[in-house]
C-alpha cells in the first residue's frame, strides 16, 4: 500500500580499503554506530599492524556516527600519536555527520574536511 509519504532507505554498512599499505584510503558507507564500529576498529588496527602511517577515512556515504563511532575514531587516533606513527583525516563528511565532529570538537585532531 503507498501512504504517499517518501520510504526511508538505509545504506548497508559497508568498508572498502584502497590506496597503500602505509597510505590507506578507507572508504566507509553506511551508518556507524554500536553495532557497526567494531569493524571499523577491527579494520583500523589492522591497518597499523601493516604499517599505516596515514590514514584517510573517506565518509562521504556516512549518514550517521554515534558516540561508540567516534570512540574509534579517537582510540585509532590516540594509538597513532602514543606511536608517533601519523595522522588521521576524515574527507567528504556530509553537513550532518561533520556536525558531529565540530560540536565535539574532533575536526582538528581528525583533521575533517
Known amino acids: 500500500m503507498d501512504t504517499g509519504k517518501p520510504s526511508s532507505v538505509v545504506m548497508p554498512f559497508d ?4 590506496g597503500t599499505p602505509t597510505h590507506p584510503t578507507v ?3 553506511g551508518e556507524l554506530d554500536v553495532a557497526t ?4 576498529r577491527t579494520e583500523l588496527m589492522v591497518l597499523l599492524a601493516r604499517g599505516a602511517t596515514d590514514i584517510t577515512l573517506e565518509f562521504g ?7 561508540s563511532g567516534l570512540g574509534v575514531l579517537v582510540g585509532t587516533y590516540k594509538r597513532m600519536r ?3 606513527t601519523g595522522t588521521i ?4 563528511t556530509r553537513p550532518s555527520v561533520r556536525k558531529v565532529f ?7 585532531a581528525l583533521l575533517v574536511d
Not at 565540530?102 to 582538528?108: A, F, N, V, Y
Request: aromatic share 4%.
Open 37 to 40: 564500529s567494531p569493524r571499523l
Open 61 to 67: 556515504d556516512v549518514t550517521f556516527v554515534d558516540s
Open 27 to 29: 572508504a566507509v558507507r
Open 102 to 108: 565540530e560540536i565535539t570538537g574532533l575536526q582538528s
Open 82 to 84: 602514543e606511536e608517533g
Open 89 to 92: 583525516r576524515i574527507a567528504g
Open 15 to 18: 568498508i572498502t580499503v584502497t
